[in-house]
């Protein structure tokens, strides 16, 4: 079984690799032109915003 700490760490680290993967399609999106690739990346980056906050939530449940 997983320590409460270890939990937090692996949850931390699932919370950066939303944000990185987020910041990258926000990224792509401002570089290109094509517009749908731009909605395909802009409904990606949507749904990241809710993966950020369930990490978020998870690790604030951890913490608790």
Avoid: P, W
């Avoid at 990185?20 to 731009?38: F, G, P, T, V």
Wanted: hydrophobic share 40%; glycine share 2%; with cysteine.
């Amino acid at each position: 079984m997983y320590s409460r700490e270890a939990l937090t760490e692996i949850f931390q680290r699932i919370l950066k690799f939303e944000e990185d993967a987020k910041a990258l399609y926000d990224d792509c999106i401002e570089e290109l032109d094509d517009e749908n690739i731009i909605s395909t990346l802009r409904s990606i980056s949507n749904e990241e915003k809710g993966h950020i906050e369930l990490a978020k939530r998870l690790v604030e449940l951890i913490q608790e």
